[in-house]
Nanobody, 123 residues
Framework: QPRLVESGGGSVQAGGSLRLSCETSGNRYTKHCMGWFRQIPGKEREGVASIDVDGSTTYADSVKGRFTISQEPDGSTLYLQMNSLQPEDTAMYYC?????????????????WGQGTQVTVSS
């Protein structure tokens, strides 16, 4: 069973930056698409960014120009660099993986999920 473990969350003031990491184990994700999602209690999970097998990336409109998704060449670790953070970015952030060439921002495509890491942005 593939295992995903997120880290790098924390508290930051508006305008600050954080870098989230997602380490994979049990199965390399070199040939799989990966994504970052976030969720606020009481709201639906939202797709933030995804990266396909060919390196193509997709971003939610709310984070374009501020967040960057990337991945180690061997697929061992997925990253989300978050700059110019705003209070509305506060959420639990999850990484997810799927054995497809291309995924996107729909959470229904992803069978594998991490436990999440909390990001809190204060004004």
């Amino acid at each position: 069973q593939p295992r995903l473990v997120e880290s790098g969350g924390g508290s930051v003031q508006a305008g600050g930056s954080l870098r989230l990491s997602c380490e994979t184990s049990g199965n390399r994700y070199t040939k799989h698409c990966m994504g970052w999602f976030r969720q606020i209690p009481g709201k639906e999970r939202e797709g933030v960014a995804s990266i396909d097998v060919d390196g193509s990336t997709t971003y939610a409109d709310s984070v374009k120009g501020r967040f960057t998704i990337s991945q180690e060449p061997d697929g061992s670790t997925l990253y989300l660099q978050m700059n110019s953070l705003q209070p509305e970015d506060t959420a639990m952030y999850y990484c997810a993986g799927a054995r497809f060439y291309r995924c996107g921002l729909s959470d229904g495509q992803y069978p594998y999920w991490g436990q999440g890491t909390q990001v809190t942005v204060s004004s």
